[in-house]
C-alpha cells in the first residue's frame, strides 16, 4: 500500500501554478507601472541683464517631477563680458552679440534633445530702466538686437522685458525662500536685501503691514497651500553705481576743480568728467552750471564723514505714512531673518565682514581704519584686485551700513539676523530662480499630493499582501476541501 502524496494531485498542481503566475504578474505590474522614470532632466536658462552686467544661468531639474516635488538647481552660469546691456544704447547690435559666448556654451551645457523645449527667459533690471526712462527708443532697440541674437539658438525664446521694481524684488524672495526649503515647509520666510549697480531692492513678510497703507508695496502669493503677503520695494537710483554718483554729484554741486571726497582712501587721485558723472538720469538735475570739464578726485579716509556726504542722498524728511524707510516710501517693522545678496554679499565678502555675529559696533570700527588706509597701502595687498572694485569698497560698505541702519532702520540688535550670502545649496541668490519658477509654474498654488508611500515601500507591501493571499487561499484549500486532505489511498 502506498500513499499517495495529496499536493501531487492536478488541482494542486494547476493551483500553484496558476497562483505563482499571478503574484508573478501582479508584482511585475506593481514594479514597472510604479516604476520612477531614469532620472532625465529638464532644463531652463534665464539671462539677468543687470546695470553692471549680465549673467546668464541654467537651472536643471528631474523630469518626471515638476509641478510638485521636483528640486530646481542651478546647474551652470556664465558672466558675460563686457557692462550690462544698456552702455549698448548707442552700438544696439554689440548687445546681442555680447550675449554669444555665452549662449554658445549653453547649447553645449544642455543636451541636444532637450534644447528645443528648454525656455530661455532675459529679464532686464535698472540699467535699462534707467534707460528707457532717458530714451526709450535706444532702449527699444537694445531690445530688438538682443532678441535677434537670442532667436539665433535652438532653445525655446519666451522673450526679453524690462522687469518691475517688485518682480525683481519679490522673485529674490522667492529663490531665496524656495533653495531654503522654507516654502513647501510651510517654515516662516526670511527677507531678501538685494544689492545692483543701479537699483536695490527690500522684501520681507511683515505680520504688521496693513496691505491698505500702501498697496503699491504689496505682492500676495499662494505657494504650496500657503498665503504669503509679501512688502517689497525696489529703490531705483540706489544700486551702489548709481548711490556714488549721488554722492560725488552732492560734493560736486557748485562745480569745483578738486573734492576732497571722505570716502575714498588717503592718497587716493583720480581726474574725473563732469560730463560722465552727470549722465546718468540719477544725477543729471543736480548738474552744475558751469563746471570745468574735469575735477581732482582725492581720498580723506574718514568713515564718520563718509556717512555724512552718504545719508545726504537719502530724504528723511518726509514721510506721508505711519512709518517709512526714506523717501517718503512706506516700510512696515523689520521682522524676522534676512538674505542679503549680490553686492552686499561681494562688499562684506572683500571686507571680511560677512560674519553674522560681527555686531554693528565692530562693522562701523573697520570700516572705519579700513577707510582710513592710504590708498598705496591698499593698492599693495591686493594687487589682483581691479582698481576700480578697489578704491571703491570704503564708499560701499560705508554705503551698505548707511542704507541697512539709517535707511531700512536695522539696530544693532536686528543687525544680527542679517545673513550676506552669495549663494544657497550652490545656486546662486538673485531674482532669475523666482523668476523661472514662476513663468514655468514650478511652485504650485496648493500642496501636491503626494503618495503615502515611497515606491520601494509601495512594491513590498503589494509583494507580501499577494504572498499572504496565495498561502491563505492554499490554506483554506486545504482545510476546507475534502479533496485536499490526506486520504489513506488503496492500490
Ligand atoms: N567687488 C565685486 N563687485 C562686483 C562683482 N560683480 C559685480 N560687482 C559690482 O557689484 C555691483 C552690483 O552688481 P550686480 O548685483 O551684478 O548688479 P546688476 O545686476 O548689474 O545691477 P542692477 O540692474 O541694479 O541689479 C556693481 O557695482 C558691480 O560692478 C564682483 O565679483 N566683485
Ligand atoms: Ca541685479
Given at each position: 500500500?502506498?500513499?499517495?502524496?495529496?499536493?501531487?494531485?492536478?488541482?494542486?498542481?494547476?493551483?500553484?501554478?496558476?497562483?505563482?503566475?499571478?503574484?508573478?504578474?501582479?508584482?511585475?505590474?506593481?514594479?514597472?507601472?510604479?516604476?520612477?522614470?531614469?532620472?532625465?532632466?529638464?532644463?531652463?536658462?534665464?539671462?539677468?541683464?543687470?546695470?553692471?552686467?549680465?549673467?546668464?544661468?541654467?537651472?536643471?531639474?528631474?523630469?518626471?517631477?515638476?509641478?510638485?516635488?521636483?528640486?530646481?538647481?542651478?546647474?551652470?552660469?556664465?558672466?558675460?563680458?563686457?557692462?550690462?546691456?544698456?552702455?549698448?544704447?548707442?552700438?544696439?547690435?554689440?548687445?546681442?552679440?555680447?550675449?554669444?559666448?555665452?549662449?554658445?556654451?549653453?547649447?553645449?551645457?544642455?543636451?541636444?534633445?532637450?534644447?528645443?523645449?528648454?525656455?530661455?527667459?532675459?529679464?532686464?533690471?535698472?540699467?535699462?530702466?534707467?534707460?528707457?526712462?532717458?530714451?526709450?527708443?535706444?532702449?527699444?532697440?537694445?531690445?530688438?538686437?538682443?532678441?535677434?541674437?537670442?532667436?539665433?539658438?535652438?532653445?525655446?525664446?519666451?522673450?526679453?522685458?524690462?522687469?518691475?521694481?517688485?518682480?525683481?524684488?519679490?522673485?529674490?524672495?522667492?529663490?531665496?525662500?524656495?533653495?531654503?526649503?522654507?516654502?513647501?515647509?510651510?517654515?516662516?520666510?526670511?527677507?531678501?536685501?538685494?544689492?545692483?549697480?543701479?537699483?536695490?531692492?527690500?522684501?520681507?513678510?511683515?505680520?504688521?503691514?496693513?496691505?491698505?497703507?500702501?498697496?503699491?508695496?504689496?505682492?500676495?502669493?499662494?505657494?504650496?497651500?500657503?498665503?504669503?503677503?509679501?512688502?517689497?520695494?525696489?529703490?531705483?537710483?540706489?544700486?551702489?553705481?548709481?548711490?556714488?554718483l549721488?554722492?560725488?554729484a552732492?560734493?560736486?554741486?557748485?562745480?569745483?576743480?578738486?573734492?576732497?571726497?571722505?570716502?575714498?582712501?588717503?592718497?587716493?587721485?583720480?581726474?574725473?568728467?563732469y560730463s560722465v558723472l552727470y549722465d546718468s538720469?540719477?544725477v543729471s538735475?543736480r548738474k552744475?552750471?558751469?563746471p570745468?570739464?574735469?575735477?581732482?578726485?582725492?581720498?580723506?579716509?574718514?568713515?564718520?564723514?563718509?556717512?555724512?556726504?552718504?545719508?545726504?542722498?537719502?530724504?528723511?524728511?518726509?514721510?506721508?505714512?505711519?512709518?517709512?524707510?526714506?523717501?517718503?516710501?512706506?516700510?512696515?517693522?523689520?521682522?524676522?531673518?534676512?538674505?542679503?545678496?549680490?553686492?552686499?554679499?561681494?562688499?562684506?565678502?572683500?571686507?571680511?565682514?560677512?560674519?553674522?555675529?560681527?555686531?554693528?559696533?565692530?562693522?562701523?570700527?573697520?570700516?572705519?581704519?579700513?577707510?582710513?588706509?592710504?590708498?598705496?597701502?591698499?593698492?599693495?595687498?591686493?594687487?589682483?584686485?581691479?582698481?576700480?572694485?578697489?578704491?571703491?569698497?570704503?564708499?560701499?560698505?560705508?554705503?551698505?551700513?548707511?542704507?541697512?541702519?539709517?535707511?531700512?532702520?536695522?539696530?544693532?540688535?536686528?543687525?544680527?539676523?542679517?545673513?550676506?550670502?552669495?549663494?544657497?545649496?550652490?545656486?546662486?541668490?538673485?531674482?532669475?530662480?523666482?523668476?523661472?519658477?514662476?513663468?514655468?509654474?514650478?511652485?504650485?498654488?496648493?500642496?501636491?499630493?503626494?503618495?503615502?508611500?515611497?515606491?520601494?515601500?509601495?512594491?513590498?507591501?503589494?509583494?507580501?499582501?499577494?504572498?499572504?493571499?496565495?498561502?491563505?487561499?492554499?490554506?483554506?484549500?486545504?482545510?476546507?476541501?475534502?479533496?485536499?486532505?490526506?486520504?489513506?489511498?488503496?492500490?
Amino acid at each position: 500500500m502506498k500513499e499517495k502524496n495529496p499536493w501531487h494531485t492536478p488541482a494542486t498542481i494547476i493551483i500553484t501554478v496558476i497562483g505563482v503566475i499571478a503574484i508573478v504578474a501582479l508584482v511585475t505590474v506593481a514594479v514597472l507601472q510604479n516604476r520612477p522614470v531614469l532620472q532625465k532632466y529638464k532644463y531652463g536658462i534665464v539671462l539677468d541683464a543687470g546695470s553692471s552686467h549680465t549673467a546668464l544661468y541654467i537651472y536643471e531639474w528631474p523630469a518626471e517631477k515638476d509641478n510638485n516635488t521636483g528640486r530646481v538647481e542651478q546647474k551652470y552660469s556664465c558672466k558675460v563680458k563686457g557692462k550690462g546691456i544698456s552702455s549698448y544704447a548707442n552700438t544696439p547690435e554689440k548687445a546681442g552679440e555680447s550675449l554669444n559666448e555665452c549662449m554658445q556654451e549653453s547649447v553645449k551645457q544642455v543636451p541636444k534633445e532637450r534644447h528645443h523645449e528648454t525656455p530661455l527667459y532675459l529679464g532686464a533690471t535698472a540699467g535699462m530702466r534707467l534707460l528707457n526712462l532717458e530714451n526709450s527708443l535706444a532702449s527699444d532697440k537694445v531690445f530688438q538686437a538682443v532678441e535677434k541674437a537670442l532667436q539665433g539658438f535652438p532653445f525655446s525664446f519666451q522673450g526679453a522685458r524690462i522687469l518691475s521694481g517688485q518682480e525683481e524684488g519679490a522673485f529674490g524672495w522667492v529663490t531665496v525662500n524656495y533653495l531654503d526649503d522654507r516654502l513647501k515647509q510651510g517654515l516662516e520666510t526670511t527677507g531678501a536685501l538685494d544689492l545692483g549697480g543701479a537699483s536695490t531692492q527690500i522684501s520681507f513678510v511683515s505680520d504688521n503691514y496693513d496691505i491698505s497703507e500702501s498697496p503699491s508695496n504689496s505682492v500676495t502669493f499662494r505657494l504650496y497651500g500657503n498665503d504669503y503677503n509679501l512688502y517689497t520695494h525696489s529703490f531705483l537710483c540706489y544700486g551702489k553705481d548709481q548711490a556714488l554718483l549721488m554722492a560725488l554729484a552732492h560734493q560736486t554741486k557748485s562745480g569745483p576743480k578738486t573734492i576732497v571726497d571722505p570716502c575714498f582712501h588717503p592718497g587716493y587721485l583720480e581726474q574725473k568728467q563732469y560730463s560722465v558723472l552727470y549722465d546718468s538720469p540719477c544725477v543729471s538735475a543736480r548738474k552744475p552750471q558751469n563746471p570745468t570739464t574735469t575735477f581732482s578726485h582725492t581720498g580723506a579716509g574718514n568713515f564718520t564723514q563718509c556717512q555724512d556726504v552718504v545719508k545726504k542722498v537719502f530724504n528723511f524728511t518726509s514721510c506721508q505714512y505711519s512709518r517709512c524707510s526714506f523717501n517718503d516710501v512706506f516700510q512696515p517693522p523689520l521682522q524676522g531673518t534676512y538674505g542679503a545678496f549680490s553686492a552686499y554679499y561681494f562688499v562684506m565678502d572683500f571686507l571680511n565682514l560677512t560674519d553674522a555675529s560681527t555686531p554693528l559696533e565692530t562693522v562701523k570700527q573697520k570700516l572705519a581704519s579700513y577707510c582710513a588706509t592710504p590708498w598705496n597701502q591698499i593698492v599693495q595687498q591686493h594687487p589682483t584686485i581691479k582698481v576700480k572694485y578697489l578704491s571703491e569698497y570704503c564708499f560701499s560698505g560705508t554705503y551698505i551700513v548707511t542704507l541697512l541702519t539709517e535707511g531700512y532702520n536695522f539696530t544693532s540688535e536686528s543687525y544680527a539676523n542679517i545673513n550676506f550670502i552669495k549663494e544657497i545649496k550652490g545656486s546662486d541668490a538673485g531674482w532669475t530662480l523666482g523668476y523661472m519658477l514662476n513663468l514655468t509654474n514650478m511652485i504650485p498654488a496648493e500642496a501636491p499630493d503626494l503618495p503615502p508611500l515611497p515606491h520601494a515601500g509601495y512594491v513590498s507591501v503589494v509583494t507580501i499582501t499577494a504572498l499572504l493571499l496565495f498561502v491563505l487561499v492554499i490554506l483554506s484549500l486545504f482545510c476546507f476541501c475534502p479533496g485536499f486532505k490526506k486520504q489513506p489511498h488503496i492500490v
